[in-house]
């Protein structure tokens, strides 16, 4: 388990690597000065445009100019930003906690709902319940998360006036009436975005089930005489879950793509609104660090899944 | 004594398609105190499904099952499913066929034995590994309190079995189900097992159901015996009675069917199967193979070398070497049957593949007709290949399933030009006819065929080149045993009309001592002996060889009991270190054509 | 034998069943049998219909202006309502709808074809080839996708349209980012195929008897092959789709005057509150587009995978 720990650490580094030389080529490539904007933003002093110049060495070689630019990145000297007058990190650290909490929220939740109700239809294959879940779960990854956002709002807030449609990072209140108040509003983000995730994950769940249950062991635990609860719970879910971890790491980019999305809608001050209102701006270092945040989560929520995997699966310190 | 189980009338069906399909078909048998029935039948004859209706194992949606069985005084089919759930792994016990994909493999071992302690015997999760511990033990598991913490991935698929039995046993069963124990493990390590569960039943004083398919295993285990057919017991009675006078027609083509190890004493060819009508029960005397052996050597193999690297950790270490074929050397006659024997491991496959280059060996020479075929580029070798020709095991896998049989026959002159498209199909057709299919079969796909017509097609395509030599790699091995006799006749009248030369790969001691004309006999990638096949058969010298044919199972109950105690020895695996340097050997020639690798300290313990 | 009894009990049923290949018509049998899947064929057919020759049917300019009939609901005039310039909803989604299907069936090709080449060609490679091809798909997998959507589009927007004007521009560049960024599962899944199919008797068989390399690839594996593929590109539609309107409907996808469905909604979710119809429509077109795709994937994975039918 310890090799295979640090063989998934000493993996994430390279990755990390391609992806900041990815973002970086593509920065590179983009015709024109990327910063030619500046020159006509009124908002951008003249020394932080010159402090950029330099700073992203324009005129030196394209490697040159990625280490420097990784270097700087690495220290934590992520630039300023025009559009919010702060510098880039501390903007970042203000806005990631609130992303966080969405996506994991919206990730426990989609869980809660994808492993019961993926095991169930499983186990029942074509009954019912089975074909509910399953046509809820299409439904349910068809709806694309901007569609099923703006239906919230139509109907929780502007019909039914249940709950605001606007998230307030300043809720002024105190002591209960403040975690109410926060968790009115982050109800229906979450719900979308964990709604949205519970469909495909129920898929994968009932897959790996309807897979694991006609392996030769699920008849083994039987044959001993274990109930079904037992088989279940033991022998057919704990293995299932293998494949699904897997599956769902895969979705992890997605996940964060959806947050932008939702963070939009509903106006969310995390890091997506932000790439997103960055751009809308032109604010470049703000992008290119976002950006560069996203890819890092993904590459640190890929290594909690491949962790989870190998606590799951016995043989995978053995390969 | 009254019977511990027994069956009356049984039948079940499963729905496919919408639509109930009857497997059983009214099956009754008893099985009495401390006896071993055998529910023996080929694939399709619904023996498996027999022993999952007695558990009330089939799929609880789609199955049926309808008849008695009552297990002492209470019908099973009538229980509760609690007072079921008590019966499985409490009164019954099973054992089932694939070793490697019957244990959880996220769980430990020990905790899958103790589960069954738990919900049957209530014993608390210290006292359950404490027992778990002695039923290691029982199953001569060594270093057993070591063992019951490791997961299923870290045993050999020998020691998985003996676990399972352990895992049966944890409740002292009345009655033990084995579901084809024996069939996914080696010929010694199935002598193994079965020495284990013959003893296990006297020390436990239980019944034993045991399905199989093998007559060999049927005459070595079982008191009564109960043939199957098309879900039917056509047949049934004491063994030795079944084995002397089978009655029933299906009973008697089965039985003569069978290649029993030690039948070929006495004959100096290869000798066709005895062909017995199914129906009538009207057989064929067997005739002797015309003399097809050339004096010229088609192949000369020498110091042939295949290993794999293994690679793993950090950064691609290298972490050992398999090695799979170790300076292997033999010759092949024109019109001569060569046969590699081993056990799982032992290289027999590779060599085969090497020889054709399909596995690129390390070092040595392989001549086909004086050429060397280790050195041609890779256009050459295509030419060369034509005249090399290989049947694979799986009837299953080895034809494209999107292509028509008859395309697939027509494929090789295809690609090496050979013929015209039109030409290439009515060979295709001629060669169908000659494997004893239907011309007009060309047109079919492969999953219209069974088992048995599929080999005959893969046969038909390694024909269409017209080789001068065949590998046949475990060729009749996934076939059933009367399917297996036909293959196994048709391969020999090629053999006397084209005189082709085969390298014949196979673990089955009994089929191979039917066919060859000499054998080898592989162990941890060499040739530890090999001859003329009555030598290697009458006089076996190498200590290997002698294990590995006293543990055949042969299909005669008279036979029976020629064993020594158990033992719980592991196949052993050809992976070294990668500084490991082969030692020398050197050959003592016993008789003309007969060579004994000299062997070492190892095996002295064997030899004595 | 026993083994495979354990599992599936039909196996042992008699005469072989289970056909592991696919003929024409057997696919075809089996698709039918997945319900959803043909009416969703009819609704996905209607729909592409709809876009293509709609405009015939209602020849109603797209950009007329009309202040006297803002934000109107459904009528006889305007089916489907109006927006806040008055302008017709019908027909701007027929037109809108025309652009985001060819953004997925181009986004498709594109991805597909590239996850064909790549697994392909990682598949049939071992040693060092292989291992680079595929480090090169696990990290594209590990991009954080549609932020990197967003970067390209933000980056190179005005250099492609003055190449390829603002419409093809757009269409380009969208349909080359979605495609440029999804071709990884496709990658994986053909790598997969080859991989084991490589192994099997039947190409060993092939190779034995003296075929080459593109011989086996194209007789033997790529058929074999290519029914996860198709299953798998027809899903790549309907993501195309989905990833087209998000970067519309984030509003940086296509511009204001080219109204695919995801713009529609980008437009209509400030006036959610008195022109619901606005965001409703182009929803639903985008919704019923997209599951009915889906639902035909669901099919043909029935149909192509007969170990799938239970």
Redesign the interface.
Same mark, same amino acid.
């Given at each position: 388990m310890g090799?295979y720990l640090?063989?998934r650490l000493?993996i994430a580094i390279?990755?990390l690597l391609?992806?900041s030389l990815?973002?970086f080529t $593509?920065?590179a490539l983009?015709?024109?000065d990327?910063f030619g904007e500046l020159a006509t933003n009124p908002n951008v002093p003249p020394e932080v445009r010159a402090a950029l110049r330099a700073k992203y060495g324009l005129d030196d070689p394209l490697l040159m100019r990625y280490l420097h630019w990784l270097t700087a990145m690495l220290q934590g000297d992520w630039g300023f930003s025009f559009a919010s007058r702060i510098d880039v990190d501390d903007l970042i650290l203000q806005r990631l906690p609130t992303t966080l909490f969405v996506v994991g929220s919206s990730q426990v939740l989609a869980l809660l709902v994808a492993v019961p109700v993926g095991i169930l239809a499983a186990l029942? /294959?074509y009954s019912l319940l089975d074909q509910v879940a399953n046509?809820l779960a299409? $439904?349910g990854?068809?709806?694309?998360t901007?569609?099923t956002g703006? &239906?919230f709002?139509?109907v929780f807030s502007?019909k039914l006036d249940w709950l605001p449609f606007v998230y307030n990072a300043d809720v002024a209140a105190t002591g209960w009436r403040w975690y109410w108040e926060h968790l009115r509003q982050a109800i229906m983000p979450i719900a979308v975005l964990g709604l949205f995730q519970a469909a495909s994950y129920t898929r994968y769940v009932r897959a790996a089930v309807?897979d694991v249950a006609? &392996? !030769?062991?699920v008849?083994?635990?039987?044959?001993?005489? &274990?109930?079904e609860g037992?088989v279940t719970l %033991?022998?057919i879910a %704990?293995?299932a879950m293998?494949p699904v971890v897997t599956l769902v790491a &895969?979705q992890? /980019?997605?996940v964060?793509?959806g947050a932008?999305?939702t963070e939009?809608?509903f106006r969310v001050p995390g890091i997506g609104s932000l790439?997103?209102n960055a751009?809308?701006a032109n604010d470049t270092p703000v992008?290119?660090a $976002?950006?560069f945040v996203?890819?890092c989560?993904? $590459?640190l929520f890929?290594l909690v899944a491949d962790l989870l995997y190998g606590w799951? !699966?016995? %043989?995978i310190s053995? %390969? | 004594m009254p019977p511990i189980l027994s069956v009356r009338d049984l039948a079940t069906a499963f729905r496919v398609d919408g639509r109930w399909r009857p497997v059983v078909r009214g099956v009754s048998f008893d099985i009495g105190p401390r006896e071993t029935v055998a529910l023996v039948g080929e694939s399709g004859s619904g023996k498996s499904v027999t022993a999952l209706s007695i558990m009330r194992l089939t799929p609880r949606d789609a199955s049926r099952i309808t008849g008695a069985v009552r297990l002492q005084d209470r019908d099973l089919l009538t229980l509760s499913d609690a007072e079921m759930r008590r019966v499985r792994g409490g009164d019954v016990a099973m054992v089932f066929q694939e070793p490697m994909t019957s244990l959880n493999p996220v769980l430990t071992v020990g905790f899958q034995i103790a589960e069954a302690l738990v919900a049957h015997r209530g014993l608390s999760r210290s006292a359950a590994e404490a027992e778990t511990v002695r039923l290691f033990d029982k199953v001569r598991i060594p270093a057993a309190a070591s063992r019951v913490h490791d997961h299923p991935h870290r045993f050999s698929g020998g020691m998985r079995q003996r676990v399972m039995i352990a895992m049966a046993l944890a409740c002292r069963p009345k009655l033990l189900i084995a579901d084809e124990p024996t069939t996914a493990l080696d010929v010694t390590i199935q002598a193994q097992i079965l020495d284990l569960i013959k003893l296990l039943q006297d020390e436990e004083g239980m019944s034993v159901l045991f399905i199989t398919h093998d007559m060999g295993v049927v005459a070595e285990i079982a008191d009564r015996t109960v043939v199957m057919l098309d879900g039917r017991a056509v047949e049934s009675g004491p063994t030795h009675e079944i084995f002397r006078r089978p009655t029933h027609p299906y009973s008697r083509a089965l039985l003569a069917a069978v290649p029993a190890l030690g039948a070929m004493q006495g004959r100096a060819r290869p000798t066709r199967f005895p062909v017995v009508d199914r129906v009538t029960g009207e057989s064929a005397e067997p005739g002797e193979a015309p003399d097809t052996v050339q004096p010229a050597n088609l192949l000369e193999v020498r110091n042939l070398t295949t290993r794999f690297e293994l690679r793993g950790g950090l950064f691609g270490r290298l972490r050992g070497r398999v090695h799979a074929v170790e300076n292997v050397s033999f010759d092949l006659k024109a019109g001569e049957t060569l046969a590699l024997v081993g056990e799982s491991g032992c290289g027999k496959s590779t060599t085969g593949r090497s020889v054709l280059r399909l596995i690129e060996p390390l070092a040595g020479s392989v001549r086909l007709d004086g050429e060397d075929i280790l050195g041609l580029p890779p256009r050459a070798l295509r030419e060369r290949r034509r005249r090399m020709q290989m049947i694979f095991q799986d009837p299953f896998a080895s034809l494209d399933p999107r292509m028509s049989v008859g395309a697939a026959i027509a494929e090789p002159l295809l690609i090496n030009r050979l013929a015209s498209r039109r030409e290439a199909h009515a060979r295709a057709a001629d060669l169908l006819g000659r494997v004893g299919l239907k011309p007009e079969m060309a047109d079919r796909y492969p999953h219209e065929f069974s088992g048995g017509q599929r080999q005959r097609i893969c046969i038909a395509r390694a024909l269409a080149l017209e080789p001068k030599l065949i590998v046949a790699d475990e060729s009749v091995s996934a076939l059933d045993v009367s399917v297996k006799a036909q293959v196994i006749n048709l391969m020999l009248d090629l053999q006397a009309s084209l005189h082709l030369a085969y390298l014949f790969i196979s673990h089955d001691m009994a089929v191979v001592e039917r066919v060859s004309h000499r054998v080898a006999v592989m162990h941890l990638g060499e040739i530890v002996e090999i001859g003329p096949r009555a030598a290697v058969f009458g006089a076996p010298q190498h200590p290997y060889t002698k294990t590995l044919l006293a543990a055949v199972p042969v299909p005669d109950p008279a036979r029976r009991g020629t064993r020594h105690g158990v033992r719980a020895d592991e196949i052993r695996s050809p992976i070294r270190p990668p500084d490991y340097v082969p030692p020398e050997r050197c050959y003592r020639e016993v008789s003309p054509g007969h060579l004994v690798q000299v062997w070492g300290a190892e095996w002295e313990a064997a030899a004595a | 034998m026993a083994g495979s009894t354990l599992a599936s009990p039909s196996a042992e049923a008699g005469a072989p069943a289970a056909a592991p290949a696919a003929t024409g018509r057997d696919t075809w049998r089996r698709f039918r049998r997945h319900r959803l899947a043909v009416a969703s064929s009819v609704l996905l057919g209607v729909m592409v219909l709809g876009v293509l020759v709609g405009g015939l049917v209602w020849p109603v300019a797209i950009d007329e202006i009309d202040f006297s009939a803002m934000l109107q609901g459904p009528s006889p005039q305007h089916p489907f309502g109006t927006d806040d310039l008055g302008q017709d909803l019908l027909a701007r989604m027929i037109y809108g709808g025309r652009i985001s299907l060819a953004v997925g069936f181009a986004a498709m090709l594109i991805s597909t074809l590239v996850g064909v080449a790549v697994g392909a060609l990682a598949g049939m490679s071992r040693g060092f080839l292989d291992s680079a091809l595929m480090w090169l798909t696990d990290l594209f997998l590990s991009l954080p996708q549609l932020p990197l959507l967003l970067l390209v589009i933000y980056l190179f927007r005005d250099r492609l349209k003055e190449v390829f004007g603002v419409e093809g521009g757009v269409f380009v560049m969208i349909v080359a980012v979605i495609g440029g960024l999804r071709w990884m599962p496709v990658a994986r899944l053909v790598r997969a195929q080859f991989l084991s199919l490589r192994e099997k008797e039947f190409v060993e068989a092939a190779r034995a008897q003296g075929a080459g390399p593109l011989h086996q690839v194209t007789r033997h594996i790529l058929p074999n092959a290519i029914g996860p593929v198709i299953v798998a590109a027809t899903i790549e539609v309907s993501a195309a789709i989905i990833a087209e309107s998000t970067l519309s409907f984030l509003g940086l996808g296509f511009p204001p005057d080219i109204p695919t469905w995801g713009r529609l909604l980008f437009d209509a979710k400030d006036h959610l509150d008195v022109a619901p119809h606005w965001a409703l429509f182009p929803g639903a077109a985008i919704f019923l587009t997209v599951l009915s795709i889906n639902f035909i994937g669901d099919g043909l994975r029935d149909a192509l995978d007969p170990r799938r039918v239970l």
């Open positions: 090799a640090l063989r000493l390279p990755s391609g992806i990815i973002l $593509v920065l983009a015709p024109g990327p029942r /294959p046509t299409f $439904v990854f068809s709806l694309p901007f569609f703006l &239906l709002i139509l502007l309807l006609r &392996l !030769d062991y008849t083994t635990a039987r044959a001993k005489g &274990l109930g037992a %033991r022998h %704990r293995n293998i &895969l992890i /980019p997605a964060f793509g932008i999305v939009q809608i790439l997103i751009m809308l992008v290119m $976002v950006t996203f890819a989560l993904v $590459v890929n799951l !699966d016995p %043989r053995f %390969r | - | -």
